[in-house]
């Protein structure tokens, strides 16, 4: 069974910008979350998707949006890009509810730099 | 809402001996599950081991156990026999019970533990 697929690994933009990230979890999964990892501000949740729904949500600015696909698969977009985003940006995919599983499978993270 | 704190920034010991990582947690619910990542360099979090809290009897993975004080709130990760390949951030983990709410995990800082040849 595949992993959690993340595209791409590395990312420079330029501030102003916007970017867009992919996830696609593991066959089967429904549900995928998102997290910003940063050295000052540690794992930090963005968002949660379920059946193309956002079933939870962090505590970021709109800048930072996402979505998800009839096939789970998930991007995340932020605009208008800041110094302060740049991070590791990691997605995990779990079963979804009444699954019976509650491990979640993270992919190796997009790395986003912003200059 | 949910807390998770690792006191212990960085942790270091010797191949084959054994190192307990701290980790405690706030919450006021009592169906939730707690884990321990593992991220090694190449930036991927692993699952190293997993507790429910409706379960009395701590989990064990090979070399890795936990201590689960669920009234201390307490969830300490023990390694015996370290490798040279456990050398890794470890992070502690939240999860509410609640399947309805979601799959959010709650991380603490994290501990960046060494292991000495």
């Known amino acids: 069974k595949a992993g959690v697929t993340q595209t791409p690994r590395y990312l420079i933009k330029t501030r102003g910008q916007q970017v867009t990230l992919s996830c696609s979890p593991i066959?089967?999964?429904?549900?995928v979350s998102w997290y910003q990892q940063t050295p000052g501000q540690g794992l930090q949740f963005l968002f949660e998707y379920f059946s193309e729904t956002q079933r939870n949500k962090g505590n970021f600015p709109g800048r930072f949006s996402g979505r998800q696909f009839s096939n789970s698969r998930s991007e995340m977009n932020v605009s208008t890009l800041e110094l302060g985003d740049s991070a590791l940006y990691l997605c995990?995919?779990?079963?979804?509810?009444?699954?019976?599983?509650?491990?979640?499978?993270f992919g190796q993270g997009t790395r986003l730099t912003v200059v | 809402a949910q807390t998770v704190t690792q006191s212990q920034p960085e942790m270091s010991v010797q191949e084959a001996e054994t190192v307990t990582l701290s980790c405690t947690y706030d919450?006021?619910?009592?169906?939730?599950?707690l884990f321990w990542y593992k991220q090694p360099p190449s930036r991927q979090m692993i699952l190293v081991i997993r507790q429910e809290a409706y379960k009395q009897q701590n989990a064990t993975e090979n070399r890795f156990s936990v201590n689960f004080q669920k009234a201390a709130k307490s969830f300490s990760l023990k390694i015996s026999d370290s490798q040279l390949g456990d050398a890794a951030m470890y992070f502690c983990a939240y999860r509410r019970g609640v399947e309805t709410s979601g799959s959010r995990l709650t991380f603490g800082e994290g501990t960046q533990l060494t292991v000495n040849p």
């Open positions: 919450t006021s619910e009592s169906d939730y599950y």
């Open positions: 066959s089967g999964h429904r549900s």
């Open positions: 995990a995919s779990t079963p979804g509810p009444s699954q019976g599983n509650t491990e979640a499978f």
